[in-house]
């Protein structure tokens, strides 16, 4: 009866499938615990070995909790809306939805070859329609929502209306756009429909606005900021540019800072806690506006030094910013143009990173010193960002290290107002005062008192007011492509309207081209059945539009967080077609207790997501304001790549160790043509591409070398290894076992295939432990006490390490307990059983099948994890090394309740002692019980 892991693997793959063995009940009188992964996206590479490894790690704490007594919910879906499968369609024709199926049959047949615990009868997509229903009606939520200051929370836009007919907006204090304008009762009653549409929408939760965006022109849509990589797009590398849109937006910044206060609650990584709070960015200071001569407009700044003011010398407007084609003179006007079209080509985040260019023009404008009524000239920068505070920066050159650079570099004015004075924030804080010339109430007030003195007086003379600014922008949150959720939206004399909760979903359209259309339209321009008839209440024919009961609809679609922001609120009623999850679910399972994924999510998906929870919770929706609990960024597997050298403008490759003798391109070579040795399968390289066919391959020792380096696994690097095979070729429990073997789960380590073999090796020596001679054997003898201390040493250590994450040292923990109970001969059931138990959760078709073997008909999931028992680790004896002179002789083994004198008694009396004395009397014997014997002779 050998180790036959395929029969095994496959056995009870089909029993866990067949008896739907993880399911869980929403309702029980067990404890919840629910542990969720991110959800992948099925690409048509399929999964590498590096993507298992924090499923392995989920699917681990899930198991072991079954053990404990807990109802799991451990489910798994696809987030499959996105833009490479419409990428695919583009190029082929080929229907995303087509694409996205075949990838996810591929991506289940993986799941479910490496033997995850998942309740497949959860499984969303975020493409199925049923799912993104609750997408749209979460959307129609959000857009009939506003943020109540008062309340700090959202509330129903009818609310707001209610008071708008009986007293206006003056006493409104809610989150809303900046120009919105003070009106009574009798003007609200006045205006027309359209007014009164116009000015919810400054207040809704999801709104209509001009944004500046991410425009990608080769893709033909809006980027976020994280899908944008040195200025290119992340997809395809094509060059973005800057540019204003009307746009869906989301009101994140009413969140803002209880998405800060949040953090305090949960138990995430700090630096993905400070990541969220970096990209928030709370900061206290003022809004000061600076008048400009010879215009009405003002220039509104936010600022977080007020205290330093009066060292303004000039101010930087963002390229963007609305009033730089209003002031900037004729004389200016070409030079402005020209900077404003080459700054709309770098993205926000290239901006921000660079810091060593210094760029800018001057508009030809002046602004007013709103203290001395100076004139201050008005330049524009790209180190300015539209989207951060007001798009416009008083320059105070002597205390800000970019200001002054650019001050320099133009040859601007540099005031010395400080008198020598550090003003960092941290010094000032610290020192007698900050010593500010031209300033008679500002001398010799220390920085706090400075600060409080200089805003009390910019709000008293009245052009300006004390503020708390977020770095956070509102969320863009269309996106001009056709493979995502449609808008619940039709359009009525240009306004917004939602389509009502019952005719949901309004289901994506058939379109012949994935392309914008001609005239600049979103992808879904080329549909021609995509109108919204308000008295049949579905989609029809844009040949029907009659703007009387037939409308159009939205021709954007939701950007790919959109899906991923509820997903596991879904997961707790996913079959619910009448609503999103019922109160009995959402009240049983309330939050995620364990949620693990990458890290590169920290302020896209993980800082939505709190969004969207928060929004619902104020609604009564869900019972929690955050919805994990804990989370854990798993780290990355990387590969080992594999590098050809090309002799530049050659068909000719040279060996790793002669390239210093030529010019060479370093190419990635398939890691499938390199053997352990690192030697190239030369034949199998030329096959594998034409233009290597008649290459030349330039040997050393009648071999060719690859030059070898760790990188991320990538498709595009050649040097993916497919679990698929490594399953094939050593089993699924050897690779779960393998991939935390690595190293932490929360650090990066490199796969290495030649170490999968040692685990293999140990599972065939657990095997042996059952099976013994070819014959399944365990003994109902009583342990003993060596295999006793052997088990509940590794259940205490199996525990802690699972409680800790520490998943690597648990599988070192089963080698040694297997390598003991070999040694001990063991086959003891009362040994066995729980041992069998205990590995389940990592390798769990092999001790499935041992647990079968035992006599057992139901899943060894079900059983109980063993209880540690602390009195078999209790030694009752010690092995003493007995040394002579301090060189350690021999060791003796004497029961710990001896005294000091009857430890040197047998010590004295043993035989070895007796030949190393020869008859002599030692002068001194040291004893130190418990530890050790020392005779002195």
Known sequence: MEYNFREIEEKWQKYWADNQTFKAENKSDKPKFYVLDMFPYPSGAGLHVGHPLGYIASDIYARYKRHKGFNVLHPQGYDSFGLPAEQYAIQTGQHPAVTTEANIKTYRKQLDKIGFSFDWSREV??????????????????????????????????????????????RINAVCDDEVEIFTAEDWKSYSEEEQQN??????????SETEVNW??????????????????????????????????????????????????????????????????????????????????????????????????????????????????????????????????????????????????????????????????????????????????????????????????FGLEIPNIFEGVDISEEACSTKEGVKIANSDFLNGLTYKKAMKTIIHEIEKRGFGFGKINYRLRDAVFSRQRYWGEPFPVYYKNGLPQMIDKQYLPIVLPEVEKYLPTEDGKPPLGNATIWSWDTSKNKVVSNDLVDNITVFPLELNTMP????????????????????????????????VDLYIGGSEHATGHLLYSRFWQKFMFDKGFVPTDEYAKKLINQGMITGTSAFVYRVEGENKFVSKGLKEDYKVQQIHSDVSFVNTSDELDVEA?????????????????????????????????YNVVNPDNICEEYGADSLRLFEMFLGPLEQSKPWKTSGISGVYSFL???????????????????????????????????????????????????????????????????????????????????????????????????????????????????VYPVSFNGKMRFTIELSLDLSKDEIEAAVIAHEKTQEQLQGRIPKKVIVVPGKIVNIVG
């Open 764 to 878: 065939k020596k657990l095997w042996k432990l059952y099976v013994v001679n070819g014959e399944f054997s365990v003994s109902d003898a009583t342990p003993t006490k060596d295999e006793f201390k052997t088990l509940h040493k590794t259940i205490k250590k199996v525990e802690e390490d699972i409680a800790n994450f520490s998943f690597n040292t648990s599988v070192s923990t089963f080698m040694i307990a297997v390598n003991e109970l070999t040694a001990l001969k063991c086959n003891k059931r009362e040994i066995l059983e729980p041992l069998a138990i205990i590995i389940e959760p990592y390798a769990p078709h092999i001790a499935e099948e041992l647990w079968s073997k035992l006599g057992y008909s139901t899943s060894v999931s079900t059983a109980d994890f063993p209880i540690f028992d602390s009195k078999y680790l209790v030694e009752s004896s010690k």
């Open 125 to 170: 997509r975020t493409s199925d329609p049923n799912y993104y229903k609750w997408t749209q009606w979460i959307f129609i939520q959000l857009f009939e929502s506003y943020y109540c200051k008062d309340a700090d929370q959202a509330r129903d836009i009818s609310e707001l209306i209610n008071v708008f007919e009986a007293e206006g907006n003056g």
């Open 216 to 409: 990608c022109p080769q893709l033909g849509t809006v980027l976020a900021n994280d899908e944008i990589v040195n200025g290119v797009s992340e997809r395809g590398g094509h060059l973005v540019v800057r540019k204003k849109m009307m746009q869906w937006s989301m009101r994140i910044t009413a969140y803002a800072q209880r998405l800060l206060d949040g953090l305090d609650k949960i138990d995430w990584p700090q630096p993905l806690k400070d990541s969220q709070t970096y990209w928030i960015g709370r900061s206290e200071g003022a809004m000061v506006s600076f008048n400009i001569d010879g215009f009405e407009n003002k220039i509104d700044v936010f600022t977080t030094r007020p205290d330093t003011i009066y060292g303004v010398s000039f101010m930087t407007l963002a390229p963007e910013h609305e009033l730089v084609s209003k002031i900037t003179t004729a004389a200016q006007k070409e030079a402005v143009e020209t900077y404003v079209k080459a700054t709309a080509k770098r993205s926000e985040l290239e901006r921000m990173a660079d810091v060593k260019t210094i760029s800018g023009v001057f508009t030809g404008a002046y602004a007013l010193h709103p203290f001395t009524g100076k004139k201050i000239p008005i330049w524009i920068g790209d180190y300015v960002l539209a989207g951060y505070g007001t798009g416009a920066v008083m320059a105070v050159p002597c205390g800000d290290e970019r200001d002054y650079a650019f001050a320099k570099h």
């Open 199 to 208: 000015i919810l929408l400054k207040y809704r939760l999801t709104f209509l």
């Open 560 to 591: 790919g967080w959109a899906g991923s922001s509820q997903y596991f609120n879904r997961y707790m009623d996913s079959q619910n077609d009448e609503e999103m999850f019922s109160k009995e679910a959402i009240n049983y399972w309330q939050d």
């Open 685 to 717: 390289f030329k096959n594998w591409r034409e233009e290597y066919k008649d290459a030349e391959f330039i040997l050393e020792d009648g071999k060719y070398i690859v030059g070898r380096e760790v990188e991320k696994m990538s498709k595009s690097k």
